[in-house]
């Protein structure tokens, strides 16, 4: 099929993302460095020293070694604070702190306050799962029209767990409604939508904001979680929804900005922030979708809003669009894409697989056996491409994953073995060629075998863990994963069976989607979404 392209020139300020070894001006040269005591001056290993700067909106976050010593590199200068959190105490914060272009500031920290209560695992701003059924939400007509219209793409647990107002349910419904006309489904009635409202706002109103150290551990950190230090910056438009993140050849992060309507970047040398936003022809603004960047520097992403997929050369400035045929099923924002080894782009769809060849223009298009039988969504989430070139995507909604072979057209489906609701979320390919997913519902980590199908099942130590999204350090066979529900960026041994957490600054940063810089072997990127946008990484440090 052939594909229109439209072409227009980017921002030339993204030129500038050249090698991140290669010294850059602007690049932090400033330390802080101190030592963390506990109420009675005793120096306290392992615990987690956070440092801002409001100005500059950025977070770090490293651990206290042996004797309590902490150092902080390589900060832009400016006005610091610096708080500690270790065991059940945590510091103040302290007053600012003048960090020089280069040079080394003093700054101890005493642990002497009690931190707030532990906040149990789950989605932010959300009751734990497994306190969300059916049975948890009220009776009234509110309830059978969740039950009739909303359970058709959302489970009902993430339904009844959800705390929010008025305005926000609002627009989740108003959004819901677009989505079925899109998908060309019967709308509710205004009068339907506004009695939805109404009962969601009434029976599911929201929680508080929790406190921003309530997910750090309680214990003190020991061994190779000692050795990091995490680096984010918060965007100034804080309900953008930095959903995704990818990574380009240059060692330079990007996130797609869902509400947003941008795309984020974010230079891990330069700690300096900009933005692109993609070209309209119809639409106020663009709704960017998962994002994924190949080897050449080319990003591509789904926009709904304008129905098409795009790419964008980095190098150059240059977008392409490629329209969106309304003979392939469902919406052009599918919730993952992955780049094949060939040059084709895929994507997951409503229970379907879909698959762009850039070079010919043409598309295609695969559904599973469970939509075929049933006609109703099993769900379409994580994607990657196997070692044998097939893909393999997550049947969320059925607890099953799906094998999509682009050559012979056959589409082969798979349960997963495990109890309870595994909801398979995002995956990635090791070395070998196997598949790697995580299982959000029950908190695991699944390992295919990409010529057996075999599958086994591995658990991190942190139980209710929301295991989300998965990336493979492919040199040292080294399996990341995001631990949603508890804030926690983990990496597996597949030969060891050794994992070591590194939690995140602060709870409820809701990391959608992990990946693993090949450019930097000790770096992951990671973006969040709920409530505060954000886009950063994790860096592994010498002992």
Not at 16 to 21: F, K, N, V
Not at 286 to 301: F, S, T
Not at 415 to 436: F, K, L, Q, S
Request: with cysteine.
């Amino acid at each position: 099929m052939s594909t229109t392209r439209q072409t227009l020139i980017g921002l030339v300020v993204l030129l500038a993302a050249s090698d991140p070894g290669t010294p850059v001006q602007g690049a932090g040269a400033g330390t802080v460095q101190g030592i963390v005591t506990d109420s009675s001056g005793r120096p306290v290993a392992g615990a987690f020293v956070k440092l801002r700067n409001p100005q500059r909106r950025l977070t770090i976050m490293v651990v206290s070694r042996d004797e309590g010593r902490y150092t902080a590199t390589q900060l832009p200068a400016g006005n610091w604070v610096v708080q500690g959190v270790g065991g059940e105490f945590q510091s103040a914060w302290s007053d600012p702190v003048e960090v020089p272009l280069e040079g080394t500031v003093r700054l101890d920290v005493s642990l002497t306050g009690r931190r707030a209560p532990a906040l149990p695992a789950a989605w932010p701003r959300r009751v734990p799962q497994d306190q969300a059924t059916l049975a948890s939400l009220p009776e009234g007509r509110g309830k059978e029209i969740v039950q009739a219209r909303c359970v058709s793409c959302h489970e009902v647990a993430r339904i009844a767990a959800n705390r929010v107002d008025r305005a926000a349910w609002r627009t989740t419904v108003n959004e819901m409604r677009a989505d079925m006309k899109n998908a060309k489904m019967p709308d509710l009635t205004d009068q339907d939508a506004a009695v939805l409202v109404e009962y969601l706002a009434t029976n599911l109103p929201p929680l508080p904001a929790p406190d921003p150290n309530s997910r750090l551990p309680r214990t003190l950190m020991t061994g190779e979680a000692r050795n990091y230090r995490v680096v984010q910056y918060e965007l100034e438009n804080e309900g953008a929804e930095t959903h995704d993140v990818a990574v380009d050849p240059f060692g330079v992060g990007w996130a797609n900005q869902r509400l947003g309507g941008k795309i984020s970047r974010f230079d891990p040398v330069t700690l300096e922030y900009s933005e692109i936003a993609p070209p309209l022809t119809t639409a106020a603004k663009a709704r960017p979708g998962n994002l994924q960047i190949g080897a050449d520097g080319v990003m591509w992403l789904p926009d709904p809003n304008e129905r098409r997929w795009l790419s964008y050369d980095i190098k150059t400035g240059r977008w392409t669009t490629w329209p969106f045929p309304s003979t392939v099923r469902g919406q052009p924002n599918g919730n993952s894409m992955a780049l094949h080894p060939d040059g084709t782009i895929w994507s997951t769809g409503p229970g379907s697989a879909r698959r762009l060849n850039p070079v010919t223009g043409q598309w295609s298009s695969w559904d599973t056996p469970t939509w075929l039988r049933t006609r109703k969504n099993p769900g379409g989430y994580g994607i990657t491409i196997a070692g044998d070139g097939r893909a393999w995507f997550a049947m969320n909604l059925v607890d099953r994953m799906a094998r999509v072979d682009g050559t012979t057209g056959e589409v082969v489906e798979f349960a997963i073995p495990v109890e309870g609701n595994a909801y398979p979320r995002r995956m990635d390919t090791d070395a070998n060629g196997d598949v790697w997913v995580g299982l959000w519902g029950v908190g695991k980590l699944l390992k295919i075998d990409h010529k057996t199908s075999d599958m086994t099942v591995f658990d991190p130590p942190t139980p209710k863990n929301g295991a989300y999204a998965v990336s493979i350090d492919t040199r040292n066979d080294l399996v990341w994963v995001t631990l949603h529900t508890v804030d926690t960026i983990a990496r597996f041994n597949p030969a060891t069976k050794e994992w070591v957490e590194f939690p995140l600054p602060q709870a409820e940063t809701d990391v959608r989607r992990i990946e693993f810089d090949p450019n930097t072997p000790t770096r992951v990127w990671w973006s969040s979404v709920a409530n505060f946008a954000r886009i950063g990484f994790i860096e592994l440090l010498d002992e």
